[in-house]
């Protein structure tokens, strides 16, 4: 079983940074891609950015290309997301999550965390 905790999350001001932390653990071996989802207040949880631990590579959603970074720590067995130049917009709870799979994307995921609140004022 894999278990996944993300940590990070806060209250910033738009245009300011944030860093966004999930450390999976347990059965680590099935955690193989990782990714990043949020879910605003009154909206479904959309895609955000994934990595593929081992043979690298990365996804992002549209809205966040060239502002937010994912990149891994394998000896922590940990996914980061830098966020820059954050927007209110972007206010909303931001979910890691863990797949088998070798391939990106936006399904498949079988593992969630709990969620970490980001919220951005303007």
């Known amino acids: 079983q894999v278990q996944l905790v993300e940590s990070g999350g806060g209250l910033m001001q738009a245009g300011e940074s944030l860093r966004l932390s999930c450390a999976a653990s347990g059965r680590t071996g099935n955690v193989v891609t990782m990714g990043w989802f949020r879910q605003a207040p009154g909206k479904e949880r959309e895609f955000v950015a994934d990595?593929?631990?081992?043979?690298?590579?990365?996804n992002y959603a549209d809205s966040v290309k060239g502002r937010f970074t994912i990149f891994v720590d394998n000896t922590k067995n940990t996914v980061y997301l830098q966020m820059n130049s954050l927007k209110p917009e972007e206010t909303a709870v931001y979910y890691c999550?863990?797949?088998?799979?070798?391939?990106?994307?936006?399904?498949?995921?079988?593992?969630w965390g709990r969620g970490t609140q980001v919220t951005v004022s303007s």
């Open positions: 990595t593929n631990r081992f043979i690298g590579g990365t």
């Open positions: 999550a863990s797949k088998k799979a070798y391939a990106l994307g936006t399904t498949g995921y079988e593992v």
